[in-house]
């Protein structure tokens, strides 16, 4: 029997059980685009299935580290950066949880760009959305790794010397199997893209555009936008990665130049996932490894009977 | 220097085997009946470079490296990348000759590989005269012929060991059941022959000396081991069964055995991209409900620091280990010392709510690393093993009935659904994971883990509110920094009433005391019971507890002798200092023997350094530091 009656459980899911029952007053500036992902991920959750005590949200350092203080499920808000690495050590000690990671471009495209990369390559099966405002908002304004070129800040008083980074196209590269882009000003697709993310077996990346009314007012709440799927403008197989690096390097590059194309930009469902690629090897116990410490009939074998032999 | 020991000391390139060869040894000396203990000193590269590798033998217990050696095997560096000339760092080829020369003690013998090492060059290094000072018994003996004509040149070390055997009267049996049982078929057929061979050609040219190599028995089943092997073994049986890790020396020992074992008993290793992910992905286990660890080095553990201090704010479990090679930043990567100290005390911002244990030997490895999870799951804290590359490389044997225990896999302060249910929720439905004051009077507050039903929290790095939401609410601030804090007294009388982590050595009633940490601690009791022969009265203590400091074991140790020594592998005092720091007082008592010179403290260099500190002469030697008390 499972110490974690909460997984799996068989009932209706209401989109309100995520609604925390005293709900704390967001930090959010009013007209933020955080708003929508919160939205969003809330409307998913029926979706697919999930109730609070069985998802594991966990957030790094920014404006939208806060995701999980208004959202009710499990919550671990970590340090700047550095919610992948914690997130994706919980799926491999018990993979039934539904594990979500969330952070801002700051968080995993700067400072946290390495686990981002390696979480991508190792495919672990679990959902990052990333709250992509081209700012660092909390800090109040600063140029950001997907800031613009030329992009002026207090910290970059004559302009951004530098490229900006590309989200769609460094995760495409670096392994993750389900990468899309939406936005908070399109509500329907960002929930129909974070059901699927969660339902895909692999590592699914969103980068999400939330406007930053205060910060950064140039990006003009990524108004109005095209989803790729439905524009007859382009049309690329999502699952054939050489069309899916085309279309997201234009996707990338327009929307520099005021165009904001979304949708799913590449899906790759036959790789498995990292914890199935563990298992295979026999690197990975069959049964999640948090149960065994719940189960009194576990048997704890140790090195007295099973190392020492070698030593003698 | 101790009569009645061997001390063997085998020297070669990195690549030549010596490390093997010496495991070999030091087994096969256990096997009969011996006490052995190893010391190692290695270059930080992979072929090539002076490597060597001493075995003490004695009939009674060993516990430190000894004062020199008496046997040196110098097989020369076969990997030596400029082995005609002379190289920046010196004649390469020769240098597992030439640079041993300072440590043989009179009347030793030395047996080097005239197959790779030149007559002329041998001559021009000046071995002549120096043999002929210091009364040394040259052997030189083509170990590489007696190699090849059988097998391979890399057999020069089995033909050592042969040879060796022969010179000290040595039976061979020993070593041919080692052949037999880690070799088979032709490589096992040639080492048998390369070892017989040099074993009579050694006989036959009859080498006098004086050495007598002890003899000993076994009351009971030993085992040979490390450090790295203790502190795996001390996880495992505790119930780990997660690590993470990112490779660097000398930590990377630890993280290999585990990686190792831990699939057979159901476990998960991770190697990931770098120590703060290596720090975080323990955490995330952890959090999950898996009893878990990782670990690094001086460098490595730097960039666990933010980390750590989610561990401390978030009370999640999580035993980190620490072992310490010279600094500062890259330092001498293969080399011993004891100066992360302060770092892993006091890294990371805010005040630091962890503990730090730091076993003195490989026995102390297994147990404190025990205690660690033992007191990091039920208490909620982060837990560091500190020790350094001299444990983590250092073999010696032991009796296998000290790893004869029960394991034990308890998750700690966890609760179980059924608890939950019955367990403080706010109006808002979370799980109040974090309450001012537990129910049963403690500081710790017990967590449920995700997929609990109704068990949901947050877990913050920000100060936060009894169910985990961030608060900045003053007196909400000052009952949680409290309680994380009072957690450390708390364990300090847990420690108290269990088994004390502290070692006493020598007579009660002695005048002077040499206070040490960790891996000196062997050294310190044999230099001890050495002052003690020599007229002296002298006691010493081994402090493990380092975080929360044992301030009323060593407060009454300390009030019980006129001085205090306190010897440490760093430069600028650091357990002094903190002794100092904790007890708030004893700074005109306390005096320090220093060593950083990337070599250990050898017994001698103690009983010396003890001896011109009461004296209030100047240290003769040069390789060590004196800093007098305060007032002196």
Same mark, same amino acid.
């Given at each position: 029997?499972?110490?974690?009656?909460?997984?799996?459980?068989?009932?209706?899911?209401?989109?309100?059980?995520?609604?925390?029952?005293?709900?704390?007053?967001?930090?959010?500036?009013?007209?933020?685009?955080?708003?929508?992902?919160?939205?969003?991920?809330?409307?998913?959750?029926?979706?697919?299935?999930?109730?609070?005590?069985?998802?594991?949200?966990?957030?790094?350092?920014?404006?939208?580290?806060?995701?999980?203080?208004?959202?009710?499920?499990?919550?671990?808000?970590?340090?700047?950066?550095?919610?992948?690495?914690?997130?994706?050590?919980?799926?491999?000690?018990?993979?039934?949880?539904?594990?979500?990671?969330?952070?801002?471009?700051?968080?995993?495209?700067?400072?946290?760009?390495?686990?981002?990369?390696?979480?991508?390559?190792?495919? #672990? *099966?679990?959902?990052?959305?990333?709250?992509?405002?081209?700012?660092?908002?909390?800090?109040?304004?600063?140029?950001?790794?997907?800031?613009?070129?030329?992009?002026?800040?207090?910290?970059?008083? #004559?302009?951004?010397?530098?490229?900006?980074?590309?989200?769609?196209?460094?995760?495409?590269?670096?392994?993750?199997?389900?990468?899309?882009?939406?936005?908070?000003?399109?509500?329907?697709?960002?929930?129909?893209?974070?059901?699927?993310?969660?339902? #895909?077996?692999?590592?699914?990346?969103?980068?999400?555009?939330?406007?930053?009314?205060?910060?950064?007012?140039?990006?003009?709440?990524?108004?109005?936008?095209?989803?790729?799927?439905?524009?007859?403008?382009? *049309?690329?197989?999502?699952?054939?990665?050489?069309?899916?690096?085309?279309?997201?390097?234009?996707?990338?590059?327009?929307?520099?130049?005021?165009?904001?194309?979304?949708?799913?930009?590449?899906?790759?469902?036959?790789?498995?996932?990292?914890?199935?690629?563990?298992?295979?090897?026999?690197?990975?116990?069959?049964?999640?490894?948090?149960?065994?410490?719940?189960?009194?009939?576990?048997?704890?074998?140790?090195?007295? *009977?099973?190392?020492?032999?070698?030593?003698? | 220097?101790?009569?009645?020991?061997?001390?063997?000391?085998?020297?070669?390139?990195?690549?030549?085997?010596?490390?093997?060869?010496?495991?070999?040894?030091?087994?096969?000396?256990?096997?009969?009946?011996?006490?052995?203990?190893?010391?190692?000193?290695?270059?930080?590269?992979?072929?090539?470079?002076?490597?060597?590798?001493?075995?003490?033998? $004695?009939?009674?217990?060993?516990?430190?490296?000894?004062?020199?050696?008496?046997?040196?095997?110098? +097989?020369?560096?076969?990997?030596?990348?400029?082995?005609?000339?002379?190289?920046?760092?010196?004649?390469?080829?020769?240098?597992?000759?030439?640079?041993?020369?300072?440590?043989?003690?009179?009347?030793?013998?030395?047996?080097?590989?005239?197959?790779?090492?030149?007559?002329?060059?041998?001559?021009?290094?000046?071995?002549?005269?120096?043999?002929?000072?210091?009364?040394?018994?040259?052997?030189?003996?083509?170990?590489?012929?007696?190699?090849?004509?059988?097998?391979?040149?890399?057999?020069?070390?089995?033909?050592?060991?042969?040879?060796?055997?022969?010179?000290?009267?040595?039976?061979?049996?020993?070593?041919?059941?080692?052949?037999?049982?880690?070799?088979?078929?032709?490589?096992?057929?040639?080492? +048998?022959?390369?070892?017989?061979?040099?074993?009579?050609?050694?006989?036959?040219?009859?080498?006098?000396?004086?050495?007598?190599?002890?003899?000993?028995?076994?009351?009971?089943?030993?085992?040979?081991?490390?450090?790295?092997?203790?502190?795996?073994?001390?996880?495992?049986?505790?119930?780990?069964?997660?690590?993470?890790?990112?490779?660097?020396?000398?930590?990377?020992?630890?993280?290999?055995?585990?990686?190792?074992?831990?699939?057979?008993?159901?476990?998960?290793?991770?190697?990931?991209?770098?120590?703060?992910?290596?720090?975080?992905?323990?955490?995330?286990?952890?959090?999950?409900?898996?009893?878990?660890?990782?670990?690094?080095?001086?460098?490595?553990?730097?960039?666990?620091?933010?980390?750590?201090?989610?561990?401390?704010?978030?009370?999640?479990?999580?035993?980190?280990?620490?072992?310490?090679?010279? @600094?500062?930043?890259?330092?001498?990567?293969?080399?011993?010392?004891?100066?992360? +100290?302060?770092?892993?005390?006091?890294?990371?911002?805010?005040?630091?709510?962890?503990?730090?244990?730091?076993?003195?030997?490989?026995?102390?490895?297994?147990?404190?690393?025990?205690?660690?999870?033992?007191?990091?799951?039920?208490?909620?804290?982060?837990?560091?093993?500190?020790?350094?590359?001299?444990?983590?490389?250092?073999?010696?044997?032991?009796?296998?009935?000290?790893?004869?225990?029960?394991?034990?896999?308890?998750?700690?302060?966890?609760?179980?659904?059924?608890?939950?249910?019955?367990?403080?929720?706010?109006?808002? @439905?979370?799980?109040?994971?974090?309450?001012?004051?537990?129910?049963? @009077?403690?500081?710790?507050?017990?967590?449920?883990?995700?997929?609990?039903?109704?068990?949901?929290?947050?877990?913050?790095?920000?100060?936060?509110?009894?169910?985990?939401?961030?608060?900045?609410?003053?007196?909400?601030?000052?009952?949680?920094?409290?309680?994380?804090?009072? $957690?450390?007294?708390?364990?300090?009388?847990?420690?108290?009433?269990?088994?004390?982590?502290?070692?006493?050595?020598?007579?009660?009633?002695?005048?002077?005391?040499?206070?040490?940490?960790?891996?000196?601690?062997?050294?310190?009791?044999?230099?001890?019971?050495?002052?003690?022969?020599?007229?002296?009265?002298?006691?010493?203590?081994?402090?493990?507890?380092?975080?929360?400091?044992?301030?009323?074991?060593?407060?009454?140790?300390?009030?019980?002798?006129?001085?205090? +020594?306190?010897?440490?592998?760093?430069?600028?005092?650091?357990?002094?200092?903190?002794?100092?720091?904790?007890?708030?007082?004893?700074?005109?008592?306390?005096?320090?023997?220093?060593?950083?010179?990337?070599?250990?403290?050898?017994?001698?260099?103690?009983?010396?350094?003890?001896?011109?500190?009461?004296?209030?002469?100047?240290?003769?030697?040069?390789?060590?530091?004196?800093?007098?008390?305060? @007032?002196?």
């Amino acid at each position: 029997m499972s110490a974690f009656s909460a997984i799996n459980e068989e009932r209706e899911i209401e989109r309100d059980e995520f609604t925390p029952g005293i709900e704390p007053q967001a930090t959010w500036c009013p007209g933020c685009g955080d708003f929508g992902v919160l939205k969003a991920l809330k409307q998913a959750m029926p979706e697919v299935g999930k109730n609070p005590d069985e998802v594991a949200l966990f957030t790094g350092i920014g404006c939208s580290g806060k995701l999980n203080s208004y959202f009710n499920s499990y919550g671990f808000h970590t340090i700047h950066g550095r919610s992948l690495p914690v997130a994706r050590a919980a799926k491999l000690a018990n993979p039934n949880l539904e594990v979500i990671a969330a952070g801002g471009d700051g968080d995993g495209y700067g400072i946290g760009g390495n686990h981002t990369i390696h979480t991508a390559r190792e495919n #672990h *099966d679990m959902t990052y959305i990333v709250f992509n405002n081209e700012i660092f908002g909390l800090t109040k304004g600063q140029t950001s790794p997907t800031s613009p070129k030329g992009h002026k800040s207090k910290t970059q008083p #004559h302009g951004s010397a530098k490229s900006p980074i590309r989200p769609l196209s460094q995760q495409l590269n670096a392994g993750a199997t389900y990468i899309a882009r939406t936005a908070a000003v399109n509500p329907n697709q960002a929930k129909e893209i974070i059901a699927e993310a969660i339902e #895909h077996d692999g590592f699914a990346h969103i980068d999400f555009l939330t406007q930053c009314p205060t910060w950064n007012k140039d990006a003009k709440h990524y108004v109005p936008y095209t989803d790729v799927q439905q524009s007859d403008e382009f *049309d690329f197989d999502v699952s054939d990665r050489a069309e899916a690096a085309e279309m997201m390097r234009k996707t990338e590059e327009r929307l520099y130049e005021g165009e904001v194309l979304t949708g799913r930009m590449y899906i790759e469902d036959e790789r498995p996932s990292y914890g199935e690629e563990k298992r295979q090897i026999g690197e990975m116990p069959e049964e999640p490894l948090a149960e065994r410490y719940f189960d009194e009939d576990a048997e704890w074998e140790r090195t007295y *009977d099973n190392l020492l032999e070698h030593h003698k | 220097m101790t009569d009645n020991e061997l001390i063997w000391r085998i020297a070669g390139g990195s690549g030549d085997g010596i490390d093997s060869t010496s495991q070999n040894f030091a087994k096969a000396l256990m096997w009969s009946g011996l006490n052995v203990f190893t010391h190692r000193h290695y270059p930080s590269r992979i072929r090539g470079g002076h490597t060597y590798v001493e075995v003490r033998a $004695k009939d009674e217990p060993v516990q430190s490296r000894g004062d020199g050696y008496n046997f040196l095997l110098a +097989l020369g560096d076969s990997f030596a990348r400029n082995p005609q000339e002379e190289a920046y760092y010196g004649k390469e080829e020769l240098k597992p000759l030439y640079e041993n020369f300072d440590d043989l003690r009179e009347g030793g013998v030395l047996l080097y590989d005239e197959g790779l090492l030149d007559e002329e060059d041998v001559d021009e290094i000046g071995l002549e005269e120096a043999a002929e000072e210091n009364n040394w018994h040259v052997v030189p003996m083509d170990l590489r012929g007696i190699a090849k004509e059988h097998g391979r040149e890399i057999m020069r070390n089995t033909a050592g060991i042969g040879a060796t055997a022969a010179i000290l009267d040595i039976s061979t049996d020993e070593f041919e059941k080692l052949i037999t049982q880690n070799m088979s078929g032709d490589m096992q057929e040639a080492n +048998l022959n390369v070892l017989h061979d040099a074993y009579e050609a050694a006989s036959e040219l009859d080498v006098d000396h004086d050495i007598e190599v002890p003899e000993g028995s076994h009351d009971e089943e030993q085992v040979i081991l490390s450090g790295s092997n203790a502190i795996s073994y001390g996880a495992i049986d505790e119930g780990c069964r997660f690590i993470s890790g990112y490779p660097m020396t000398p930590w990377t020992d630890v993280f290999t055995i585990m990686s190792q074992h831990l699939p057979e008993f159901g476990g998960i290793s991770e190697q990931v991209e770098d120590e703060i992910a290596a720090a975080a992905l323990a955490l995330g286990a952890s959090h999950a409900g898996v009893k878990a660890m990782s670990g690094s080095s001086g460098g490595g553990f730097a960039l666990m620091s933010e980390p750590l201090g989610l561990a401390e704010m978030t009370e999640t479990p999580i035993v980190l280990v620490e072992a310490m090679r010279a @600094g500062p930043s890259t330092g001498m990567p293969t080399k011993p010392e004891q100066a992360d +100290l302060e770092h892993v005390l006091y890294t990371s911002q805010g005040d630091s709510a962890r503990v730090v244990f730091a076993p003195a030997n490989i026995r102390e490895c297994y147990t404190q690393t025990r205690s660690a999870f033992r007191i990091a799951y039920e208490y909620q804290i982060p837990v560091i093993v500190i020790y350094d590359q001299k444990i983590q490389g250092e073999l010696r044997n032991l009796p296998a009935s000290h790893f004869d225990e029960e394991p034990n896999a308890d998750p700690g302060s966890v609760l179980t659904e059924e608890e939950i249910q019955d367990a403080a929720h706010h109006s808002s @439905g979370k799980f109040q994971r974090f309450l001012h004051e537990p129910e049963d @009077g403690s500081n710790v507050s017990p967590r449920s883990v995700p997929g609990q039903k109704d068990g949901r929290f947050l877990a913050t790095g920000n100060e936060h509110n009894p169910s985990g939401h961030i608060s900045e609410d003053p007196e909400n601030r000052i009952a949680q920094m409290n309680r994380r804090l009072n $957690k450390l007294d708390d364990i300090r009388a847990d420690l108290d009433e269990n088994t004390s982590h502290q070692t006493y050595h020598g007579p009660d009633e002695a005048e002077y005391g040499i206070l040490v940490w960790g891996s000196q601690q062997g050294t310190v009791f044999e230099a001890v019971d050495r002052l003690n022969e020599n007229g002296h009265s002298v006691k010493a203590l081994g402090v493990s507890d380092m975080a929360p400091y044992p301030k009323e074991e060593v407060s009454e140790w300390l009030e019980s002798v006129d001085e205090a +020594l306190v010897v440490e592998m760093n430069a600028t005092a650091q357990f002094r200092g903190l002794t100092q720091k904790e007890l708030g007082k004893y700074g005109d008592k306390l005096s320090s023997l220093l060593k950083y010179n990337g070599n250990p403290f050898e017994p001698a260099e103690i009983v010396d350094g003890f001896e011109s500190s009461i004296d209030g002469e100047e240290l003769a030697a040069s390789n060590m530091k004196y800093l007098p008390a305060a @007032g002196d």
